[in-house]
């Protein structure tokens, strides 16, 4: 297992596709919290306070886990792509031929995708850190509660960030192509994300004496919750637009129910398609 | 990993469908340590499916087999330590150098030393490419297949499996290839399972050999009982072509021709015999060619005649 980590981690290494997603993620990190200062520059002194924490560096940190956001959607496309290789020039093949078992390579692919995936985020945030901290943004943390609750929201995202590497690995490798992959881990839930926001908080404002049951259902029903979770404000999930325009509360992320719902929901996902997903790869042909 | 057995690879009744398509049937063959097997059939016979399946790529639908003596399949995962293989196409990163896809394999073997690297493209005629930057998208294909051969030698296997290793390979390329697998076999004493859709290519290669069609074995038979079956055909040009007929009629009924000035004698064991039955008639023969021509017929016949896919 450890050789088929190793592997992975020297072909990425090795991939010009994988330095050039970086790059470009790096770059859009630079540009994005420049972006930002030159709007809150523009705005004045009291900008940051009038635009609330949207400024904020620990808010620019947690958005960067969506996958609505362009980080996200560059580092998943590049994981398909990097995992398509393998199954495109047949090379997943010599780590069969060399006696590993697919659970193995099912098991080091899904590693090795979340060690390279994590290290260019965590690289990309910890930039967006530091250039944040010269051009002078508040941090957004101040109180010792605010510290524990951008953890918590921290812990929350990257269990949401494991369960969309293993979504991304199983289909990768179940398709073993690159079209499927792509629709169904990139476009497909950020098109459905889209809709939901606007659809979801439209319902409940037209049925609030249900809001609760609605809401319940989509909890499980949107499992990247991470479009939610990454606005920073606790109190329009799932409403960003029309929501929290109308002073809607539907869910708050800071209550316990809802961690749990999603540590639990991530749980049986991951289950899913680390579990089943092996399985079924270990009885699957390969190409 | 030598398991003291004779059988390096036994299946029995190995079977594999593809949805309704049965693509091996019952097969049932077994490879003798040392030997370099040749595994005959047309294209989509079911060649490289059975190596899929021997490799751990595919499952089996009913059947089993032994690799290297291992029966079960964890068993079979630690046999496949000993064994490499080129299935289809070299199975190469294109977009490293030939160094870099090696090392990969070492990685992979769990090996240190790193001078295996150069003395394995060494081995196969690789040597301008060892330090070079050229990635292997940018080679020619029999440089692919050498360099997927430098990969597979790489851990010292007991058994090498290459599917049409001079697929797509020019007349020179293809002798090359020959001449490669042959010195490995020699100097390495690796059993070898090579498949290919000419028999005549693998007859020069092969010590037994394995003939499948529509999935199933239909013949498996060693080198020298394959050439005793196959017979010979010899055309000759005489002084006296007329007599030489009538003579040549006599002693091999039914498989004498004339045709464009020449004689064309079928199914001959022994071509010398000819040539002492006209010396003897006092014919001076003008010109002896001996064509070995019947490999295919064999082949052919083998499969049924002149059925197509």
């Known amino acids: ?287 | 990993m030598s398991n003291g057995s004779d059988i390096v690879v036994e299946t029995k009744g190995l079977t594999k469908k593809y949805g309704t398509t049965l693509a091996l049937n019952n097969v049932s063959i077994s490879v003798h340590r040392g030997e370099i097997y040749g595994f005959v059939g047309r294209n989509g016979a079911g060649k490289t499916t059975l190596i899929r399946v021997l490799t751990g790529i595919a499952n089996p639908t009913s059947g089993s087999f032994t690799l290297l003596g291992a029966a079960t399949k964890n068993e079979q995962k630690e046999a496949r330590k000993h064994i490499a293989a080129m299935v289809e196409t070299p199975a190469l990163y294109m977009n490293m150098t030939a160094h870099d896809n090696l090392r990969t394999t070492l990685i992979l073997k769990g090996l240190k030393d790193e001078s295996l690297i150069r003395s394995r493209l060494e081995e196969v005629g690789l040597s301008d490419v060892i330090a070079s930057s050229k990635k292997a998208k940018d080679f020619s294909l029999g440089m692919k297949q050498r360099l997927g051969i430098a990969m597979a030698l790489l851990g010292d296997p007991e058994l090498l499996i290459l599917d049409e290793p001079t697929n797509g390979l020019d007349p020179e390329g293809i002798r090359e290839m020959r001449e490669l697998l042959v010195n490995i076999n020699k100097s390495r004493n690796i059993t070898m399972i090579i498949s290919s859709h000419i028999l005549g290519e693998l007859s020069k290669l092969a010590t037994r050999f394995g003939f499948i069609d529509k999935g199933v074995i239909i013949n498996e038979i060693s080198s020298d009982d394959l050439f005793n079956k196959v017979s010979k055909s010899v055309i000759i040009k005489t002084d006296d072509n007329v007599r030489a007929l009538a003579i040549l009629n006599g002693a091999y009924q039914n498989r004498v021709t004339s045709e464009n000035g020449s004689i064309h004698v079928a199914d001959v064991n022994n071509s010398s015999e000819i040539v002492k039955l006209l010396v003897k008639s006092d014919i001076n023969v003008v010109q002896f060619r001996e064509q070995e021509n019947g490999l295919e017929d064999y082949f052919i016949n083998l499969i049924g005649g002149n059925h197509h896919d």
Do not use: C, H
């Open chain 1, 1 to 287: 297992m450890t050789k088929l980590l190793k592997l992975q981690l020297f072909r990425a290494l090795k991939d010009k596709g994988t330095i050039v997603f970086t790059i470009i993620t790096l770059v859009l990190g630079i540009l994005s919290i420049t972006f930002n200062f030159l709007i809150s520059d523009s705005i004045g002194q009291g900008g940051a306070t009038l635009i609330g924490d949207l400024f904020a560096i620990s808010s620019l940190i947690n958005s960067s886990y969506s996958l609505s956001s362009t980080p996200m959607v560059l580092l998943i496309i590049m994981g398909v792509v990097l995992l398509y290789k393998e199954s495109g020039w047949g090379t997943i093949r010599n780590q069969v031929v060399a006696g590993y078992s697919k659970i193995q390579i099912y098991f080091a692919n899904f590693l090795a995708m979340l060690i390279i995936l994590f290290t260019i985020l965590l690289t990309y945030q910890l930039l967006t850190l530091g250039l944040g901290f010269i051009f002078g943004f508040e941090l957004g943390i101040e109180t010792a509660a605010e510290v524990g609750i951008f953890f918590r929201k921290y812990a929350l995202n990257l269990v949401i960030f494991i369960t969309e590497v293993a979504f991304m690995t199983f289909i990768s490798l179940m398709f073993q192509n690159i079209i499927a992959p792509v629709f169904l881990v990139v476009i497909l839930p950020i098109f459905v994300g889209a809709i939901l926001q606007t659809v979801v908080p439209l319902v409940v404002i037209l049925n609030q004496d249900n809001a609760a049951q609605i809401i319940g259902g989509f909890e499980y029903v949107i499992w990247y919750q991470n479009t939610s979770l990454s606005i920073s404000g606790f109190t329009y999930e799932l409403t960003s637009g029309v929501g929290s325009l109308m002073g809607a509360t539907l869910y708050d992320t800071s209550t316990l129910g809802f961690i749990l719902k999603t540590i639990g929901t991530n749980l049986g996902l991951n289950g899913i398609f680390l579990g089943l997903g092996s399985y079924l790869f270990s009885r699957k042909d390969l190409k």
